[in-house]
């Protein structure tokens, strides 16, 4: 999640929905924004910067994050601590499975060493728990806003995503 759905997280689910459909699994992705601009397309510059990683985010609409969408989530990735911060004030059960995408890949990668059950539902389970259970105190790291920049800061900023949506998706779904 991020703030208006029509960049950063967008860019996010996209990227994810692809990493994903590589690995034929019953994952449901989505994204959402804390003061979203519902039903707006991503940003022009998002989707040319998706578009030159061969995906495609014309489809995407963007929707407001809500208590209901948190309740179905077993994960919660947001591009900001103060997105992180929102999601947990709407539901205070989600503190353990909220992370900034950075702060979980960082975290996941770290858990990704032991040894879990090979149902890929469980373990993903447990390292969302232990990633929870190893979570700093200090300010977790985000994803800049490229919004309202230049082209180039959007493409670094799929980049980022794409490299820490990889940490997290391979700590996840283990060994392939």
Do not use: W
Not at 43 to 62: E, F, M, Q, V
Not at 125 to 140: D, G, L, Y
């Amino acid at each position: 999640m991020c703030t208006a759905n029509i960049c950063r997280s967008a860019m996010a689910e996209v990227i994810a929905r692809a990493m994903l459909h590589s690995a034929a699994l019953p994952v449901v992705t989505g994204s959402a924004g804390v003061r979203a601009l519902v039903g707006h397309p991503m940003a022009p510059h998002a989707i040319t910067a998706l578009d030159r990683l061969g995906l495609n985010g014309r489809a995407h609409r963007a929707r407001l994050l809500d208590r209901d969408l948190i309740a179905s989530a077993d994960l919660l990735l947001t591009m900001e601590d103060a997105h992180r911060a929102v999601a947990v004030a709407l539901d205070p059960r989600a503190a353990g499975r909220t992370f900034t995408l950075p702060e979980f890949a960082e975290l996941a990668a770290g858990a990704g060493q032991r040894r879990y059950r090979s149902d890929t539902v469980e373990r993903a389970r447990a390292i969302v728990q232990s990633a929870a259970e190893r979570r700093a105190r200090r300010r977790p790291a985000e994803v800049h806003d490229p919004y309202g920049g230049p082209p180039e800061g959007y493409e670094a900023c799929a980049k980022t995503l794409g490299a820490s949506l990889s940490h997290a998706l391979a700590a996840l779904l283990g060994p392939r």
